[in-house]
């Protein structure tokens, strides 16, 4: 499974970016795709994370600004930005979680894409 996240880039806070990660499988076989973000210096982190069945999840910190959703024709997990703000520069990574039939879990990330906002 190879992901290919895009879409970051330099941003002003209040904001916006849709950041984009797509998929070489077909993504309905994926059960869980999540987006994490690394500042320097800090740990990797679970910023939104969306299910087989659509069920998400937001940290805290990005509820209510952040929207993740898949687009299963185009294999493409997405996750919109608004009202960004400083504390969300980061290198934003996607994920996919996999549980396949008689195997270990896998999971898979992509290159990351970075995300500046200047205040």
């Known amino acids: 499974v190879q992901l290919q996240a895009s879409g970051g880039g330099l941003v002003q806070a209040g904001g916006s970016l849709r950041l984009s990660c797509a998929a070489s499988?077909?993504?309905?076989?994926?059960?869980?795709m999540a987006w994490y973000r690394q500042a320097p210096g800090q740990e990797r982190e679970l910023v939104a994370r969306i299910g087989s069945s659509r069920t998400t999840n937001y940290a805290e910190s990005v509820k209510g600004r952040f929207t993740i959703s898949k687009d299963r024709a185009k294999n493409t997990l997405y996750l919109q930005m608004n009202l960004l703000k400083p504390e969300d520069t980061a290198v934003y990574y996607c994920?996919?979680?996999?549980?396949?039939?008689?195997?270990?879990?896998?999971?898979?990330w992509g290159q990351g894409t970075q995300v500046t906002v200047s205040s």
């Open positions: 499988v077909n993504i309905a076989t994926i059960n869980v």
């Open positions: 994920n996919a979680y996999i549980v396949a039939a008689l195997q270990p879990a896998s999971n898979y």
